[in-house]
């Protein structure tokens, strides 16, 4: 038995509860008691429940989750906390979020109208702070920080300091932003009395003391950042009298490195060479990681990526065929001022000021040491109708020198282009990927190196829709120093060097047809958040004489994590068929926690630690499934057009018996036998309209096949793959052939309707936002991001090679309304009104062909909704409960009724 203690008020409720630590399929042996299962209907489906959220102490000793009921708009968390050696649970309904202190002692969340509940984990006392509004904990474990809003809005906001050592509290009235340096437990807050406005710093080791930064009586200070260590400060202050928008500022630096204390100012009337008829914004504000130097942008007033002929400013639109940017790109850059904010950077002790993007390069990226600069046009090759983005050429400037050189030129930009081009974690390389080699960039020697020469393995994917670019597997980050740079290839982890050391393979993944793949959770460094302010030009750092640990997914689908260490062979910390994730280490012991789950295993939490047998089940969600039928999962080998193997999901129905056909719905999205272990809740809230729980709880066999793609042939793949797919099922004699139903949304939309003009397999299907017209497709606008769709052909999901102008007959060969005539089926067609992923008018037009054609088909569209149903539940249910009665009434017609489930 399991001691629950619900803490949803001021008082403890204690409950007795069944702790489930058993799957769906174990039983405990010599019980003579045998649960009596039951369908599931959607009545039962609001037993559910999402687990997430997983974390574990420093410590080891105790570990947190929530339970996620309802739907995205009506959600209702419960915080959970567990003990590892102890036999007790703390529940939190309607929580927020929590998190452990440094040390372990405590545990803090923040539950709704009632402030931050702070649980003593060694006491195992509970201690209310109301109308606490967010919180952090000191990085030694002594103080917590909170923001307290009291409920009268006449009553100003103060900052709690709690010293959790001896129980001493302060509260400091009118604080209106505060900033705790995780690295130095130094804490800057901003505070507005009647009179006085104050930034101010207090120190909370080895001793407490508070320093007065900055005061005047008239204007707001706001906008604090520390730079990683603690060592400087930067804050902006509104500049008197301003209105105009955006509003001007003065910048504020502050260090407090011992006997350096000191303020210094950037006003722009002081430096008005470099501010005239400029404005220093809010919008952006760094600082180097050694303090040095300040970083911010300068608004300019004018989009000087407009031209002076442009016409946005009266009532016309002017699209000219030679454009860099289409007419409604440039007029929201226009207005949400790209390319007028221009980044600046400041070293106060140097007195220097330096503009560092600028008319040519408009576009610029700042490693996390201050001491480099790449920066490019965006615009400099385009159009480019194909890419999404045109290619750019990269340069490198040297901030301490100002020298600036081409580093790269015409480089791929976007996701999968500029995004390659990374700094290394210690400043000491620019890394890249091009010509099918991954390279390093010398930035002390000015040399390019390629680390993966003669390496004798593929790097990047051939697999892939990106006609235009190599793919690589990916490198997630350096070792420690920026001695190695770690990549990936299809199977294995390398260390590469720039030094000229041979490429070392780290794992042995080729020869099981295993994936090994560094997982970032369980051992980075703990207070590294990254080398760069820019996502696309982040780099991790590693520490292999630490151990690594790798994340496995078999072909197989089976997955697991595995532990490294340098000269050692890699052991299996956990390993089997089923969907593993989400592990976490504590940073002080061997200990872990992850979260294993299948078809038809209930997602449940896990406890490892080095010494143990084998691992122990913390958790067990959703153990009512224990009382219905459910299905199971199976994965399905077949060839594929080219011989190739192929590999699709298939899910048996609830109470499955041998010998009895069953009617089969076959789901469709490119790749999808890696569903074959993720559990699915059933819901009737479902995004795209279709649940596989829901239908294998019906009497349904569902199936997720994988495709294959050539290049200029997306749809005529598909039906080959499809059809491929669907046979070897029917081999295995469960499915009944005259009772098979195909559904698709997005891309799986334009499949599905493409494979019904070519197939005869199905009865009915359902075609979610799909394409239907490839041509007038090609020639529309993707609203989404303001650009032409030919590049979602060319570069792009779609895999054409050619264009259309090139390579007609291909794009008329794939589009499912040029085909309209052959559909014999019932098709049902639903959409957006919202929709600017794929226009609405995609299925209206295929719609109206079928209904000229006097064939059986219904278009749903839902007025408010985008691409998918995410923001109503009610819509949400309405589109899950029709595609039910639509298969329903074609698949298993002698159950239906018509409007009803």
Known sequence: MKKTIV?????????????????????????????????????????????????????????????????????????????????????????????????????????????????????????WIPQIQSFEFSKNGQFLIGLRTPHNPNRKPSLLILDLYNGKEEYITGVTEYL????????????????????????????????????????????????????????????????????????????????????????????????????????????????AAVFFRVWHGQDLNTSKNDSLTVDVQVWAARDKQLYPKRKRNKEYGVYTNRLAGWWP?????????????????????????????????????????????????????????????????????????????????????????????????????????????????????????????????????????????????????????????????????VSYRIYGGAYKDWNDYGNGWFPDFRMETFNPSGGLIFEMQGSDMASGYSFWEHGKQSRQLVYGDMKVNNLRKSKNREAHIYV??????????????????????????????????????????????????????????????????????????????????????????????????????????????????????????????????????LDKGVVDKERIGLIGHSFGGYETAFIVTKTDIFATAVAGAGITDLVSWYHGVAWDRLSSQMFRFENHQHRFSDSFYENPAAYLRNSPIHHAANINIPLLLWTGGRDKRVDWHQSVELYLGLRRLDKECELLIYPEEAHAMYDKPQNQADLTQRIRRWFGKYLKPENHIEGKE
């Not at 001793?207 to 804050?235: H, Q, S």
């Not at 509104?238 to 011992?258: A, D, I, S």
């Not at 006997?259 to 919008?283: E, I, P």
């Not at 078809?599 to 143990?612: C, Q």
């Open 349 to 513: 002790e140097k007195e220097k000021v330096i503009p560092l993007e600028s008319d040519s390069l408009p576009v610029a990226i700042l490693n996390r040491h201050g001491k480099h600069l790449l920066s490019y046009d965006p615009l400099a090759y385009v159009p480019q109708p194909s890419k999404d983005r045109g290619d750019i050429d990269l340069y490198l400037t040297d901030l301490e020198t100002g020298e600036r050189q081409l580093l790269l030129r015409q480089q791929a930009y976007g996701k999968y282009g500029s995004s390659l081009v990374r700094f290394s974690p210690g400043g000491k390389y620019i890394t890249y990927f091009r010509d099918k080699h991954w390279w390093a960039f010398d930035l002390e020697k000015n040399v390019h190196i390629n680390m993966t020469k003669g390496i004798g393995v593929r790097l990047h994917t051939i697999d892939y829709a990106f006609a235009q670019i190599d793919q690589p597997y990916g490198a997630p980050g350096w070792t420690q120093g920026d001695k190695e740079l770690l990549v990936y290839d299809q199977y294995d982890v390398w260390l590469l060097s720039p030094k000229g050391k041979a490429p070392e393979r780290l794992t042995r993944g080729r020869e099981s047809q």
């Open 7 to 127: 803490l949803g008020s001021l008082f403890f409720c204690i409950l007795s509860t069944l702790s489930y630590s058993q799957s769906a399929t174990e039983t405990k042996s010599g019980d003579s008691h045998v649960l009596q299962k039951r369908p599931l209907t959607p009545k039962d489906y609001k037993l559910w429940s999402r687990l997430y959220g997983e974390k574990i102490s420093d410590n080891g000793d105790w570990y947190s989750y929530h339970l996620w009921y309802g739907n995205r708009k009506d959600r209702k968390d419960t915080l959970v906390i567990g003990a590892n050696k102890k036999d007790i649970d703390y529940r939190f309904p309607t929580m927020a979020d929590g998190k452990f202190s440094n040390g372990s002692q405590w545990f803090g969340c923040l539950v709704p109208e009632k402030g931050l509940a702070m649980l003593d984990l060694e006491k195992d006392s509970l201690l």
């Open 180 to 291: 705790l340096s995780q690295k130095s437990n130094k804490l800057a807050y901003i505070t507005e009395g009647e009179i006085k406005k104050a930034v101010k710093l207090r120190i909370m080791e080895p001793f407490t003391r508070t320093t007065l930064i900055a005061e005047n009586d008239r204007y707001n200070y706001k906008r604090l950042v520390w730079n990683d260590w603690g060592t400087a400060l930067a804050f902006l202050q509104e500049l008197p009298g301003e209105t105009e928008n955006p509003k001007g500022h003065k910048l504020y630096y502050y260090t407090n490195k011992p006997k350096r204390n000191k303020l210094r100012t950037l006003d722009s009337v002081l430096y008005s060479s470099q501010f005239s008829n400029k404005r220093l914004t809010d919008q952006f504000l760094k600082i180097s990681e050694d303090g």
């Open 596 to 729: 294993e789950q299948s078809f038809d295993t209930p997602p449940r939490i896990r406890f490892w630690e080095k010494g143990m047998a084998r691992p122990e089940i913390l958790v067990q969600s959703n153990p009512q499934q224990n009382e219905f039928h459910w299905g199971r999962s199976e994965l399905v080998h077949y060839p594929g057009p080219d011989g190739q193997p192929l590999k699709g999901a298939l899910f048996y129905p609830a109470n499955y018996r041998p010998g009895q056909k069953y009617p089969m719905i076959v789901h469709i999205y490119e790749h999808q036998s890696h569903k074959l272990y993720e559990y699915n809740n059933p819901s009737e809230n479902e995004q795209t309209g279709f649940n596989r729980t829901n239908y294998t709880a019906d009497g349904y066999m569902v199936f997720y096949p994988d495709i294959k793609y050539r290049f200029n042939d997306p749809g005529i793949s598909a039906v080959e793959c499809i059809e491929a797919g669907v046979k070897a099922v």
